[in-house]
């Protein structure tokens, strides 16, 4: 995850690990799996947004708003 949205997420996960009593790879590791899973997510997402935009497409034309 970019520096920027770490900052906007201080209060949250990233502050959790940043605080924990961990060695500074297992920190790393930790954020690493952290912007791993957001990647997944933002994949997801993206998918289910253009399957929702051709949905229109395979429609009938009668079906069609």
Known sequence: MRECNQRAFESGIYALIREGRMSERERQVA?????????????????????????????????KR
């Open 31 to 63: 954020i690493h799996a952290m912007r791993k899973a957001e990647a997944i997510v933002e994949a997801i997402l993206w998918m289910k947004e253009k399957v929702a935009a051709l949905g229109d497409f395979f429609l009938k034309p009668s079906l």
